[in-house]
């Protein structure tokens, strides 16, 4: 079964370091996803990227956050001067252009510790 | 994205059938229902969606009214290994789409021995 890939599964960085997700979603999947979760609450929508650029982005989203899809491939998200609030888990999601409906593809995850 | 409600925990035993009921009113016409599992430490997993009526795949069921004002995730015989926690999420997703998918807190499921 095709599934979506995160790198590194754990990053641990310093506050005000700089630090970059990876993510290889499902190769013939078109739209791509970043989602967070800090440790105990709920699962909340980063940014959405379609056709090589960004689609919609929440409020969580600001001038700190940058994803890029730098090839056929890979979709990253970087974080230019991380935050100790920046702890949490990250997920990486894609899904194809289908016929309707919220299925998505999630990875497995990188967990960001800030110390 | 339709608003949904569904309850904070459940708990249940191994070989019971689990039904998680989920209300959304305000379901518009063009909106699926689509249930997602997500185990600790692990991104959420999608496990079945529906339009109206009955789908059934190898998971679970999922039974949808006909005035699509709920919907219920219907898991046989569970196990240990289906404690996890239980999102129902309401919306059209048309075309693809790009909107970023709602989280509620969705419903954790305990399964005992």
């Known amino acids: 079964e095709p599934e979506v890939t995160q790198t590194p599964s754990h990053q641990v960085t310093q506050m005000g370091q700089e630090v970059i997700l990876r993510c290889v979603p499902i190769s013939n999947h078109l739209y791509f996803y970043w989602y967070r979760q800090i440790l105990g609450q709920k699962v909340e929508f980063l940014v959405s990227f379609y056709n090589n650029e960004i689609s919609e982005k929440s409020e969580i989203f600001d001038d700190q956050f940058s994803v890029e899809r730098p090839d056929g491939s890979n979709f990253t998200l970087k974080i230019r001067s991380t935050k100790l609030e920046d702890s949490a888990m990250y997920f990486c999601?894609?899904?194809?252009?289908?016929?309707?409906?919220?299925?998505?593809?999630f990875g497995q995850g990188t967990r960001l510790t800030v110390v | 994205l339709a608003k949904t409600t569904q309850p904070i925990s459940m708990d249940s035993y191994e070989g019971q059938e689990v039904n998680i009921t989920c209300s959304h009113n305000?379901?518009?016409?063009?909106?699926?229902i689509t249930w997602y599992q997500q185990f600790p430490s692990q991104g959420p997993r999608f496990i079945i969606q529906g339009y109206k009526t009955k789908v059934t795949n190898e998971v679970a069921s999922l039974f949808i009214p006909a005035d699509r004002k709920s919907s219920t995730l219907s898991l046989p015989r569970v196990s240990l290994s289906d404690t996890a926690v239980y999102y129902c999420l309401v919306g059209e997703g048309s075309g693809g789409g790009a909107d970023g998918l709602t989280f509620g807190k969705g419903t954790h499921l305990i399964i005992q021995p």
């Open positions: 305000n379901i518009a016409t063009n909106d699926y």
């Open positions: 999601a894609s899904r194809d252009r289908g016929t309707g409906g919220l299925s998505a593809f």
